[in-house]
């Protein structure tokens, strides 16, 4: 199993959808989670950390359950300049800084 | 933000070269950094946690004398991708934590550097 998996995708959503992302981890001391955007050919840059408790930012929320230990990610009132792919990112337990990726969801909006 | 540059940003060499990137905190000091690497519609990949003034930690799977890493300062990592051939050509990606730059989750916040495209003939 791997590490970190994703919905490789692609997404082709009209602008104005919203769409939602899931992502699996297996290593259950697992402590900090993220979802980061790439741009095409651009390094990875960080969109919003994720608790259990679920948070938000903006348009953009996040989830995480613990006991499935599976991730989530929803998008709202998408844009065109959501078009990226989207990295589910995992760290290891505490002390571990070491982050471990998914293979990442690519994403569309269609005009 | 704090900012992590790279350099060369993209790099073309022969077969059997060495090829050495820079990694440098532009305002921060970075007691660590890593350096990733991405193929083509793959997920990044750890290579290798480098720290200030001390020995780089590899990942299973990297050649550590394929790939050199100094981490001579508190400021700059580079790696040397030595004898370099076709397979090696990939995007680097180096990233640094910032001790004073706030926490995400349960650790301190990475920055990623632009990344480095290079392509072996």
């Known amino acids: 199993r791997k590490e970190v998996e994703q919905d490789p995708g692609p997404f082709n959503v009209p602008e104005g959808a919203t769409v939602a992302f899931n992502c699996t981890y297996s290593?259950?001391?697992?402590?900090?989670f993220f979802w980061y955007r790439q741009d095409c050919r651009k390094e990875p840059k960080l969109l919003m950390s994720?608790?259990?408790s679920g948070n938000e930012d903006g348009r953009f929320t996040a989830q995480l359950n613990r006991a499935s230990q599976y991730i989530s990610l929803l998008i709202r009132d998408s844009k065109l300049s959501d078009s990226a792919t989207y990295l589910c990112?995992?760290?290891?337990?505490?002390?571990?800084?070491?982050?471990?990726f998914g293979t990442g969801t690519r994403l569309t909006i269609i005009p | 933000g704090a900012v992590v540059s790279q350099h060369p940003s993209r790099v073309i060499c022969k077969s059997g070269t060495s090829v050495k990137i820079e990694c440098r905190s532009l305002?921060?000091?970075?007691?660590?950094m890593f350096w990733y690497r991405q193929f083509p519609k793959k997920s990044l990949m750890l290579m290798a946690t480098?720290?200030?003034?001390?020995?780089?930690?590899?990942e299973q799977g990297v050649e550590k004398d394929k790939f050199l890493i100094n981490h001579a300062s508190l400021t700059l990592s580079t790696l040397t991708v030595t004898s370099a051939h076709p397979e090696d050509s990939s995007f680097y990606i180096c990233?640094?934590?910032?001790?004073?730059?706030?926490?995400?989750?349960?650790?301190?916040?990475?920055?990623f550097g632009p990344g480095t495209r290079l392509l072996v003939l």
């Open positions: 305002d921060f000091q970075a007691t660590t």
């Open positions: 480098s720290n200030e003034g001390s020995k780089a930690t590899y």
């Open positions: 990233s640094a934590r910032d001790p004073q730059g706030g926490w995400e989750g349960y650790q301190e916040t990475q920055y």
């Open positions: 290593n259950s001391a697992s402590q900090s």
């Open positions: 994720v608790y259990s």
């Open positions: 990112v995992v760290n290891g337990d505490f002390g571990n800084e070491k982050l471990t």
